[in-house]
């Protein structure tokens, strides 16, 4: 009967698949609005090591009322540390990102904040 239950719920949990963060490439992007701005991130992780990943970031402030927009981009590290991801970047700023709420905050007035939508990076 024990053995019969086991099976149940294996089968029930499925396969055991590696999330996007497990993976050589991963991103991470959030939309964020200020009064009339519209703040946008986009962050590229490639796995570098265990728990490091060298990262690319595009960020974007758009006036809604004007139509005129500011990009800047910038490169850096990122380091996972007891379930956060800390992420330096240079020419834009600290980062960290928490892997359970999946919530990103920093120090960059032009990035976006808040909750992300993690991806493959594809």
């Given at each position: 009967?024990?053995?019969?239950?086991?099976?149940?719920?294996?089968?029930?949990?499925?396969?055991?698949?590696?999330?996007?963060?497990?993976?050589?490439?991963?991103?991470?992007?959030?939309?964020?609005?200020?009064?009339?701005?519209?703040?946008?991130?986009?962050?590229?992780?490639?796995?570098?090591?265990?728990?490091?990943?060298?990262?690319?970031?595009?960020?974007?402030?758009?006036?809604?009322?004007?139509?005129?927009?500011?990009?800047?981009?910038?490169?850096?590290?990122?380091?996972?540390?007891?379930?956060?991801?800390?992420?330096?970047?240079?020419?834009?700023?600290?980062?960290?990102?928490?892997?359970r709420s999946q919530e990103i905050f920093g120090t960059s007035p032009g990035c976006a904040q808040g909750i992300v939508d993690v991806g493959?990076?594809?």
């Amino acid at each position: 009967m024990r053995t019969i239950l086991t099976l149940a719920a294996l089968a029930v949990a499925g396969p055991a698949t590696a999330g996007p963060m497990d993976q050589p490439r991963w991103s991470a992007d959030a939309v964020e609005r200020k009064g009339s701005h519209e703040l946008t991130m986009n962050l590229m992780f490639r796995r570098t090591g265990a728990g490091e990943w060298a990262v690319s970031a595009r960020c974007e402030t758009r006036d809604t009322r004007t139509g005129k927009w500011h990009a800047r981009t910038g490169t850096g590290v990122a380091a996972r540390s007891m379930g956060l991801i800390l992420i330096d970047l240079r020419g834009l700023g600290r980062l960290v990102f928490n892997e359970r709420s999946q919530e990103i905050f920093g120090t960059s007035p032009g990035c976006a904040q808040g909750i992300v939508d993690v991806g493959t990076g594809d």
